[in-house]
């Protein structure tokens, strides 16, 4: 499991340092991965529990139950593209013509971290021990969402606007944050059904 984390922390790092380097990365861009990431692993646990499911009435109720979970990515999504996407960088087409190259699946960087965490999603739930696992209502990696939502406007409304964002180490700074609030919360020893050694 510490292995898997490694591989994906590392390239998430790699790939989101290229993105900076090119000019491919906004605040925007690093909230709606984090969602990103949220979103695959509830449908990728959604998926391994229904099957786990024996009768057609068993899957129904937890269909049922599952909705919780996904009509709160669905009001985070909503909030982050409208406030993060749009309304925060109103003034400023080039940020905001970045973000629709991000909605729309046109920046390769956003679209490779996508890609291989799916990879290394499925492989880990694949290998792990799946018999406690739930889908919670509410879990730690929300508190990625709603410390990256507030995080993000401060840096939005507050820091941004000092800086010259022109420079992509400027970007780094920035987005340093976030990444480091993922890193903690996704330690390792706080992720439970790990792979059995």
Same mark, same amino acid.
């Given at each position: 499991?510490?292995?898997?984390?490694?591989? +994906?922390?590392?390239?998430?790092?790699?790939?989101?340092?290229?993105?900076?380097?090119?000019?491919?990365?906004?605040?925007?861009?690093?909230?709606?991965?984090?969602?990103?990431?949220?979103?695959?692993?509830?449908?990728?646990?959604?998926?391994?529990?229904?099957?786990?499911?024996?009768?057609?009435?068993?899957?129904?109720?937890?269909?049922?139950?599952?909705?919780?979970?996904?009509?709160?990515?669905?009001?985070?999504?909503?909030?982050?593209?409208?406030?993060?996407?749009?309304?925060?960088?109103?003034?400023?087409?080039?940020?905001?013509?970045?973000? /629709?190259?991000?909605?729309?699946?046109?920046?390769?960087?956003? #679209?490779?971290?996508?890609?291989?965490?799916?990879?290394?999603?499925?492989?880990?739930?694949?290998?792990?021990? #799946?018999? +406690?696992?739930?889908?919670?209502?509410?879990?730690?990696?929300?508190? /990625?969402?709603?410390?990256?939502?507030?995080?993000?406007?401060?840096?939005?409304?507050?820091?941004?606007?000092?800086?010259?964002?022109?420079?992509?180490?400027?970007?780094?700074?920035?987005?340093?944050?976030?990444?480091?609030?993922?890193?903690?919360?996704?330690?390792?020893?706080?992720?439970? #059904?790990?792979?059995?050694?």
């Amino acid at each position: 499991m510490k292995q898997l984390y490694k591989i +994906d922390i590392l390239t998430m790092l790699a790939i989101t340092l290229l993105g900076i380097i090119q000019g491919q990365v906004t605040v925007f861009y690093i909230i709606y991965l984090f969602w990103f990431q949220e979103l695959i692993r509830t449908l990728v646990d959604f998926v391994y529990l229904i099957w786990k499911k024996k009768t057609i009435r068993e899957k129904f109720d937890f269909i049922k139950i599952s909705f919780g979970s996904f009509f709160i990515l669905f009001i985070y999504v909503v909030f982050i593209v409208l406030l993060f996407g749009f309304m925060l960088n109103w003034g400023n087409r080039d940020l905001i013509g970045k973000n /629709i190259l991000v909605l729309m699946f046109r920046n390769w960087y956003f #679209n490779a971290n996508m890609l291989l965490f799916l990879a290394e999603y499925i492989y880990f739930r694949s290998r792990a021990d #799946n018999t +406690d696992l739930q889908m919670p209502l509410f879990s730690r990696r929300h508190i /990625i969402l709603h410390i990256s939502i507030i995080l993000g406007a401060f840096v939005q409304l507050a820091i941004a606007p000092k800086l010259n964002l022109e420079n992509q180490w400027v970007s780094a700074l920035t987005i340093l944050p976030f990444l480091v609030l993922k890193i903690w919360i996704d330690r390792p020893e706080k992720i439970k #059904n790990a792979i059995p050694k």
